[in-house]
Structure formats: C-alpha cells, structure tokens
C-alpha cells in the first residue's frame, strides 16, 4: 500500500481531494490542514513527509488582490514554502504533485497554452506561483509534477458559481466581464484527475512535468454566468456583458486563460471533459455552493 500525503486538506479542493480518494484501499491517505503543518516550516514538513511515497501540495495563498499588496508574504506561502515540500520530498524518495495556476501566463495569447509555453505572470500572485513551479522542476526534475487549473468552483469555498447564485436571489440584473476567457473547472472532477494521476505517477506510468487541470472547452465569465443561471432554470438575459475596465481590481487579470491538454494523453490519462457538462453536474448534485 503506498502511503499519501496531503496538504491543505480543509480548502475547496482539498476537501473535493479527499472524497475523491476515499474508495482507494490501496493508498492510505494523512490529511492535514494549516491548523496540522506550517508548509513554511521546513522542520515540520520534513517530519511529514518522512514515510509517504506521494506528496500532493494543495495549500495555497489564493487571495489574487491581496497578493498584489503583499507579495512577500504570498510567495512564502505558493514559493518558498513549496521549495520546503519539494526538498523534503527529494530528501526520501517521494513524488510530488503540485497545484499551479493559469495566473503564470501573460494571457495575451489566441490558442490554448500548451504545457510548455513560455511563462510571463502579469501580477504577484501569477508570480509567487511560478516560484512555486520553479522549485518543483528544479528540486524534483524526475519525481515532481505541477498542475495547473482555472476559474475552479466547488462546494466548500467561495468562487464565482456561487457568487452568481446568491446575487441571483438579491438583484434583477448582473453585469458580468466578457472579454476574458477560460475553463471553468469544477473542482471535484479536478480531485479525479489529481487521484488519476496520482495512480499513475506511482506505478511509473506519467512523466515527470507541467498538466494543465483545467475543464475542456472555453468561455467568458459572462457566458459562464449565463450557463450558471440556464441550468438553475433562471433567465440568462438578466446578465449583461460588460468589460474587464468597469471592474478593476488590485491585480490585473489575463484576458486569455485557455490551456491546452496534449500531457495527458502522452499519460494515457483524458483529459477532463467539456465546462459545461461538468457545471450541470456539479449544479445538479448539489456540489457546488
């Protein structure tokens, strides 16, 4: 029985994770949460990782515009504090999965990204994650895995699904950003992936390197919202389309967020399945907030 180890266990995806893995009797699971292991203590996360053979680092500093004001304190959460994961896992032979971000891409391009396009962070978050990817390529070049998701809703933390659903019952109409496009991912069927993966990095069969964890397909906020609103049996035409200038915030956002999907099908793995057969799962199951 391999032994995994998972990081962030009380976030949106980290909870999704840890149900994902429940039916596995052939992996057992430690779980712990910021209250259980300071990732930024390199002692403690070391004894933590002493006995596992995998390692899947969900923990996050996730705060896009607070990130903007306090770099530094987001890149000892998404960089340094990975480089301790990262090092502890070299240190006894463990592999490592690690949750990465579209937010390391410009977001200036016109197909989707593939794995190893070129990365250039348009705010400190998107760059306090790239630190964190750059530690796991560099201290676990062939046992370290990053992942890369997007635009993730879920039922245990706030995220745009649910923000539209609640605004949904307070206002008659909602003006939402359409000129910035991605793929909306539901994080339960991102924690299948990771599980996925996390079966065949342990049995030798996915190489080592960057997977973009995102929903198939693209859309804009603006559609998302419509679709969100469609399947709740709500009209669509209360949403109005609007630009990403009559919402500014702290960080700057990508305009474009697609990433493409070619590193899974080198694995022998699917990718994960169209953006809006997901949402009207995730809606119709009650999985999202």
């Known amino acids: 029985m391999s032994r995994l180890l998972v990081t962030g266990a009380g976030g949106m995806l980290g909870r999704d994770l840890l149900a994902a893995l429940r039916p596995r009797d052939d992996l057992s699971v430690t779980a712990t949460t910021r209250a259980d292991l300071d990732i930024g203590d390199p002692d403690a996360v070391r004894d933590a990782v ?3 053979d995998l390692v899947i680092n969900t923990a996050a500093w996730t705060d896009v515009d607070g990130a903007e004001a306090r770099e530094q304190a987001a890149t000892a959460v ?3 504090a990975v480089a301790n994961l990262a090092s502890a896992c070299a240190a006894t032979g463990a592999r490592m999965i690690h949750i990465s971000t579209d937010y390391v891409f410009r977001g200036d391009a016109t197909e989707p990204y593939p794995e190893d396009a070129p990365t250039c962070p348009v ?3 998107g760059r306090s994650k790239l630190v964190g ?3 796991v390529t560099r201290l676990l070049p062939d046992a370290g895995y990053v992942v890369r998701t997007a635009w993730l809703y ?3 933390g706030p995220n745009f699904v649910a923000t539209m659903l609640r605004l949904a019952g307070e206002r008659e109409r909602l003006d939402v950003v359409n000129d910035q496009r991605g793929q909306p991912t539901w994080s339960y069927r991102l924690a299948e992936q990771l599980v996925a993966l996390t079966g065949a990095a342990l049995a030798g069969h996915a190489a080592p390197g960057v997977y973009h964890g995102t929903a198939s397909g693209e859309t804009t906020w603006y559609g998302l919202a419509r679709a969100v609103f469609d399947l709740r049996g709500l009209d669509p035409d209360r949403i109005r389309p609007t630009t990403s200038d009559g919402y500014r915030r702290s960080a700057p956002r990508p305009a ?3 990433l493409g999907h070619d590193r899974w099908r080198a694995a022998n793995l699917r990718p994960l399945a169209d953006w809006r057969s997901a949402l009207a799962e995730a809606l119709a199951t009650g999985r999202t907030r």
């Open 50 to 52: 002493a006995g596992h």
């Open 78 to 80: 998404n960089g340094d």
């Open 123 to 125: 705010n400190a978050y």
């Open 133 to 135: 990817e750059l530690a």
């Open 154 to 156: 879920g039922a245990h």
């Open 256 to 258: 474009y967020s697609v």
